[in-house]
């Protein structure tokens, strides 16, 4: 037999409800907003469903017949179960709390997103976060991830971008090694320069270096390559040679004055942005939205 379960069914129940208590179809429709014949079809339609009358009904007077009491009993808690159960859902939506897993890069993630993990927690603490750092493309819904923070240009996944800053690739040596060899003052004085390559590229010794619409690549030799970019700051802070790096990277060192740029106003490489990536935005979850707005209130790009 047919059950009512559809958000029309319920407005059947709401609807005998109201009728009940005020024993009236008209004042029933006032209270409801609808037309008295609206009322008056849901309760035949009702009816006709249980195949038993709930109202006696003559020209002057409407009472509930017996069924009609003992089943206003159960129509009565059955929606307050209902309504409880709808307000403990939307609390919860609203309330963060509960899993969080996150994927952010490794050495990315370490700088800048684990320093802001505590005030997180501190500030919502019914929220416990999973997070792992690793420079691997993850699958946000093979791999059950909330959240994946991604760096560079975005790959057509379909997922919701949120922009959390920009950065740039530039040049950067320290002053004890510019002081010894010689500052750079273009493109191709690179060629009598150390050079320090990430081993990610094709080709770590041949850079290219662009201003506006200008684009000239060089080949530098190289004294060090390697695939772990903190290695590189740390050879270059100790004067071995020049490292392409982005900002983001070498960020505490210029501040502390350990590195500084070299041809400041050349890109080492295309702009690249910081991401937060999540399944939909529709329906998101307290936990997911909360977080990527923390990360976008203290990400403030160099």
């Known amino acids: 037999m047919h059950q009512f379960t559809s958000q029309a069914d319920l407005d059947h129940l709401?609807?005998?409800?109201?009728?009940?208590?005020?024993?009236?179809?008209?004042?029933?429709?006032?209270?409801?907003?609808?037309?008295?014949?609206?009322?008056?079809r849901r309760i035949h339609s009702l009816e006709q469903h249980l195949k038993v009358r709930l109202f006696e009904r003559t020209t002057r007077h409407m009472t509930l017949t017996e069924a009609g009491r003992n089943y206003l009993a159960r129509v009565?808690?059955?929606?307050?179960?209902?309504?409880?159960?709808?307000?403990?859902?939307?609390?919860r939506r609203e309330h963060p709390h509960g899993l969080l897993r996150v994927s952010v890069p490794l050495t990315?993630?370490?700088?800048?997103?684990?320093?802001?993990?505590?005030?997180?927690?501190?500030?919502?603490?019914?929220?416990?976060?999973?997070?792992?750092?690793?420079d691997r493309y993850v699958d946000l819904i093979e791999e059950g991830f909330d959240v994946a923070i991604r760096l560079g240009a975005l790959r057509d996944s379909g997922f919701v971008a949120r922009k959390l800053g920009a950065w740039q690739r530039k040049l950067f040596a320290s002053p004890s090694y510019l002081k010894r060899r010689g500052v750079p003052q273009?493109?191709?004085?690179?060629?009598?320069?150390r050079g320090l390559a990430f081993a990610g590229t094709?080709?770590?010794?041949?850079?290219?270096?662009?201003?506006?619409?200008?684009?000239?690549k060089i080949s530098i030799p190289t004294v060090m390559t390697t695939d772990d970019?903190?290695?590189?700051?740390?050879?270059?802070?100790?004067?071995?040679?020049?490292?392409?790096?982005?900002?983001?990277l070498v960020w505490e060192q210029?501040?502390?004055?350990?590195?500084?740029?070299?041809?400041?106003?050349?890109?080492?490489?295309?702009?690249?942005?910081?991401?937060?990536?999540?399944?939909?935005?529709?329906?998101?979850?307290s936990k997911t939205r909360v977080f990527v707005d923390w990360l976008a209130q203290h990400l403030a790009p160099p």
């Open 229 to 248: 970019a903190t290695s590189l700051v740390i050879a270059a802070e100790a004067g071995s040679g020049i490292v392409v790096a982005s900002e983001w």
């Open 76 to 91: 009565q808690a059955a929606l307050e179960e209902l309504q409880l159960a709808e307000s403990e859902l939307q609390a």
């Open 14 to 40: 709401r609807t005998f409800v109201a009728v009940a208590k005020q024993l009236s179809f008209a004042k029933a429709a006032r209270i409801l907003d609808k037309d008295s014949s609206v009322v008056t």
């Open 186 to 193: 273009q493109p191709q004085d690179l060629e009598r320069h």
């Open 108 to 134: 990315y993630g370490r700088l800048w997103i684990a320093p802001l993990l505590p005030g997180f927690l501190q500030k919502y603490p019914e929220v416990e976060l999973d997070v792992r750092f690793s």
């Open 202 to 216: 094709e080709c770590p010794s041949d850079w290219i270096m662009t201003r506006g619409r200008e684009r000239v």
């Open 254 to 285: 210029l501040a502390r004055g350990e590195l500084v740029p070299v041809l400041a106003d050349w890109l080492a490489g295309p702009p690249g942005g910081i991401h937060a990536l999540y399944p939909s935005a529709r329906l998101l979850p």
